[in-house]
T-cell receptor
Framework: EAQVTQNPRYLITVTGKKLTVTCSQN?????MSWYRQDPGLGLRQIYY???????DKGDVPEGYKVSRKEKRNFPLILESPSPNQTSLYFC???????????FGDGTRLSIL | EDQVTQSPEALRLQEGESSSLNCSYT??????LFWYRQDPGKGPEFLFT???AGEEKEKERLKATLTKKESFLHITAPKPEDSATYLC??????????????FGQGTILTVHP
C-alpha cells in the first residue's frame, strides 16, 4: 500500500529535550516536505527536499532541522524544543513539487 | 509570491442542500491547482488536480472547476459524511515561491442530517 509513515503519532516532552520525528515513504517520490498545522494559521511549510541531499527552508524553518540521506526518509529534528513548537505536524511526499502530495497521518507534539 | 484565499471560512449545510466553496489564487504562472479533504486529526487527502481554465473534475457529490482567477468546489446534495475541511493549494510558480506549495486556510464544511 502506498503510504507516508510518521512516527511517533503523539509525543509529550519537555523544553530543551532533543527529539526526532521520522517520516518514510514507499512510493519512490523525489519531493518530500514537512508542515505544521495550527488553529487559525492553516498548513505552513517548514522544510522541503527536492531530492537526496537537497533540502531548503519553507516558511517557518526556525527551530527545526532536516536531513535527506536516503530517498525514502526525511526526518524532522527539533534540537531544543520550545512550547511554541507545540503543534500538529505532517510529512508529505510527491513525485515533484508540482504534483499532488500524499500526506502522513500526522504527529501531535506537545512541548511543556 | 503565490497567494491562495479560500471562502467562506466555515459553511453549515443541511443534508441535501447544494453549495459551493471558493478558492481564489494569485500566481505568476499556474502549474496546477489541488483540492484536498482533511478530516479532524488526519492528514489531507488528495481529491483533484486542475490545470487549465475551463477544466472540470468530478468525484461522487463533488465537482471542481477552474477559471483564470479562482476555483470552485461544488457539493451536490451533500451528506453528513461530507463534513470535513476542504483545502486548495497551488504548486510553486517560481521566484520566491520556488519549491513551496501554497495552501489556502481551508473551508470547514459541516453537513447536518
Amino acid at each position: 500500500e502506498a503510504q507516508v509513515t510518521q512516527n511517533p503519532r503523539y509525543l509529550i516532552t519537555v523544553t530543551g529535550k532533543k527529539l526526532t520525528v521520522t517520516c518514510s515513504q514507499n512510493m519512490n517520490h523525489e519531493y518530500m516536505s514537512w508542515y505544521r498545522q495550527d488553529p487559525g494559521l492553516g498548513l505552513r511549510q517548514i522544510y522541503y527536499s527536492m531530492n537526496v541531499e537537497v533540502t531548503d527552508k519553507g516558511d517557518v524553518p526556525e527551530g527545526y532541522k532536516v536531513s535527506r540521506k536516503e530517498k525514502r526518509n526525511f526526518p524532522l529534528i527539533l534540537e531544543s524544543p520550545s512550547p511554541n513548537q507545540t503543534s500538529l505536524y505532517f510529512c508529505a511526499s510527491s513525485f515533484a513539487e508540482d504534483q499532488p502530495q500524499h500526506f502522513g497521518d500526522g504527529t501531535r507534539l506537545s512541548i511543556l | 509570491e503565490d497567494q491562495v484565499t479560500q471562502s467562506p471560512e466555515a459553511l453549515r449545510l443541511q443534508e441535501g442542500e447544494s453549495s459551493s466553496l471558493n478558492c481564489s489564487y494569485t500566481v505568476s504562472g499556474l502549474r496546477g491547482l489541488f483540492w484536498y479533504r482533511q478530516d479532524p486529526g488526519k492528514g489531507p487527502e488528495f481529491l483533484f488536480t486542475l490545470y487549465s481554465a475551463g477544466e472540470e473534475k468530478e468525484k461522487e457529490r463533488l465537482k471542481a472547476t477552474l477559471t483564470k482567477k479562482e476555483s470552485f468546489l461544488h457539493i451536490t446534495a451533500p451528506k453528513p459524511e461530507d463534513s470535513a475541511t476542504y483545502l486548495c493549494a497551488v504548486p510553486p510558480s517560481g521566484g520566491t515561491s520556488y519549491g513551496k506549495l501554497t495552501f489556502g486556510q481551508g473551508t470547514i464544511l459541516t453537513v447536518h442530517p
